[in-house]
């Protein structure tokens, strides 16, 4: 079975730091780009990062530059999302997901991380 | 003014159908873009539905009935997702996505509600 599944999510002070995992299962992670998209409580998907197949071609979202980095390790089955200089609006599910062009499927359940002091 | 645009709400009767639109942004022309569409039901993840370019570019997901179906409205410079013969089930937050200016970009979603 194809699977995604985040893990690192938490509460952390604002100005503080994060590091997301997502461990991948039921297909080879070298073959496809991953990404990474957030959803705020109540609110919409943003798409936060993603990255090429051996991690030689990076895209963020403006309001993330400079602060988060996405990263992969294939032979660990594993994407990773560092969060730095984290804000309250940076509080949402973070989700990931295998990418296809624009196919994102699967997706995984979703980790909460939380900013506020 | 956000790249893509959603209406916030849309109610429909079950049977009936309902055109959800995705009205790119004054100046982004439609027609060469890959719309994708989304479906996310409550406490759970979004899930693809389906890809459309053209009507001889167009794919549907694994699983996905084919009551759904994408189609572009030049004139209004949208995407459209139809949704036919709806069911109950088909309440859910609807989002499509472009990529746009080297990231990929979701509408606001819409909320489809079948009573």
């Known amino acids: 079975e194809v699977q995604l599944v985040e893990s690192g999510g938490g509460l952390v002070q604002p100005g503080g730091s994060l590091r997301l995992s997502c461990a991948a299962s039921?297909?080879?992670?070298?073959?496809?780009?991953m990404s990474w998209v957030r959803q705020a409580p109540g609110k919409g998907l943003e798409w936060v990062a993603n990255?090429?197949?051996?991690?030689?071609?990076?895209y963020y979202v403006d309001s993330v530059k400079g602060r988060f980095t996405i990263s992969r390790d294939n032979d660990k089955n594993s994407l990773y999302l560092q969060m730095n200089s984290l804000r309250a609006e940076d509080t949402a599910v973070y989700y990931c997901?295998?990418?296809?062009?624009?196919?994102?499927?699967?997706w995984g359940q979703g980790t909460l991380v939380t900013v506020s002091s | 003014q956000a790249v893509l645009t959603q209406p916030a709400s849309l109610s429909a009767s079950p049977g009936a159908s309902a055109s959800l639109t995705c009205t790119l942004r004054s100046g982004i022309n439609v027609g060469p873009y890959i719309i994708y569409w989304y479906q996310q039901k409550p406490g759970s993840p979004p899930q693809y539905l389906l890809t459309?370019?053209?009507?001889?570019?167009?794919?549907?997901g694994s699983g996905v009935p084919s009551r759904f179906s994408g189609s572009k409205d030049t004139s209004a410079n949208a995407g459209i997702l139809l949704i036919s013969g709806l069911q109950s089930e088909d309440e859910a937050d609807y989002y499509c996505?472009?990529?746009?200016?080297?990231?990929?970009?979701f509408g606001g979603g819409t909320k489809l509600t079948v009573l």
């Open positions: 997901a295998r990418q296809d062009v624009g196919l994102f499927d699967p």
């Open positions: 990255i090429r197949q051996d991690g030689g071609e990076k």
């Open positions: 039921g297909f080879t992670l070298s073959r496809y780009w």
């Open positions: 996505m472009i990529w746009y200016s080297s990231a990929w970009v």
């Open positions: 459309y370019k053209s009507d001889s570019d167009k794919q549907l």
